[in-house]
């Protein structure tokens, strides 16, 4: 009797041994995100799988944003870390030597198929054309490092210099084709680190970016007549959509987000608003809009305000889709409605 109860106890054990190692092996990599764009575009791949977890929580800016204990240990458990750059993240740079050999870090500005602007400086930029931005990093955009891009935390001494030269705009994640390159980008590093569900993540990016392309096609159509009105963003977040769409943004109220302007730069912008024949400006949720109030006060320019991070929409590709869509609603009803006897000239 005792040998036979014995004997089930060891075939019990060895059951649970067997179930946990079948279940490891179909475990999905544990993800970390940062900014919920990115999260939106990961998680549309990894649906049905698993779900990333995101750093960077609503309502906080990521230039800006602090780590907290919580967060580095988020990062240090993960298989996978999913980032912009030092551009965007300005905190996580640090973190990255310190993190387990097993973590593999994946930038996202060195994808293949990322397309990446210079920085506008100063905040004033008259003179940019479409043309003169379009392929001002396509060596980044066509010869992508693997090595970088899967292992950052051992490369980003060698890429931070780099940037700090040529001056990358970090805000890519709104381009539609940017969008699309990511979703590719990141399926293809997915497949690798967790085949047993290589079929799901392929087929979840097939479907998206193929919603991504028809978003692409509607907005175009939808933001044709803003092309030659001027306006005034909050932050310099917004190149990769006015790229995309033919938009004519002339500058922006703060040239650093962390830093407010003076009284000197107040008084630059109210002069620069009169001259361009500026119709909006924008403000941002996550900043204080007084500035932008008091910069239209006993002027015809209207205030409206745009969201880069779409931090109150829904959660996956949904939310990225809403997140364009709502800035090319926030652009319309402001431009259109400022009227037509303002419009520039064809540039």
């Not at 004997?7 to 999905?28: D, I």
């Not at 931005?133 to 090595?147: Q, T, V, Y």
Request: hydrophobic share 45%; aromatic share 6%; charged share 20%.
């Amino acid at each position: 009797m005792v040998r036979r109860a014995l004997r089930r106890v060891w075939v019990w054990l060895l059951g649970v041994v067997l179930l946990s190692s079948s279940l490891s092996l179909w475990a999905a990599p544990q993800v970390v995100t940062t900014i919920k764009p990115i999260d939106d575009l990961v998680r549309a791949v990894m649906a049905g799988v698993a779900e990333p977890v995101r750093l960077i929580p609503a309502g906080a800016s990521p230039h800006t944003y602090m780590l907290k204990p919580s967060d580095r240990q988020a990062l240090a458990q993960a298989d996978l870390i999913i980032w912009i750059g030092p551009e965007i993240e300005s905190a996580l740079p640090p973190v990255f030597p310190a993190l387990p050999s097993r973590v593999r870090v994946v930038t996202v500005k060195a994808l293949p198929g990322v397309t990446l602007l210079s920085a506008r400086h100063g905040g004033a930029w008259e003179g940019h054309t479409h043309e003169g931005h379009s392929n001002a990093h396509d060596h980044h955009s066509h010869e992508p490092d693997h090595h970088h891009t899967h292992q950052p935390h051992h490369d980003h001494g060698h890429e931070a210099p780099q940037d700090a030269k040529v001056g990358i705009d970090g805000h890519l994640w709104l381009s539609p084709a940017n969008a699309i390159a990511i979703v590719q980008g990141v399926a293809a590093i997915l497949q690798e680190l967790d085949p047993a569900h290589g079929a799901t993540y392929r087929a979840n990016a097939e479907q998206a970016v193929a919603r991504l392309k028809a978003l692409d096609r509607a907005l175009k159509e939808q933001l044709a007549p803003l092309a030659n009105r001027p306006f005034l963003v909050f932050h310099d977040a917004y190149q990769y959509f006015e790229q995309a769409f033919g938009l004519y943004a002339v500058g922006s109220i703060v040239v650093r987000p962390e830093a407010p302007p003076g009284a000197k730069r107040l008084a630059e912008l109210r002069e620069r608003i009169a001259q361009q024949n500026v119709l909006c400006l924008f403000a941002e949720p996550q900043f204080e809009p007084k500035l932008v109030r008091s910069l239209v006060a006993g002027t015809p320019v209207r205030a409206g305000t745009l969201d880069p991070l779409g931090v109150d929409l829904p959660a996956g590709l949904d939310g990225y889709e809403a997140l364009l869509k709502r800035l090319a609603t926030q652009l319309s009803e402001c431009l259109l409605r400022a009227g037509s006897a303002q419009v520039a000239p064809h540039r």
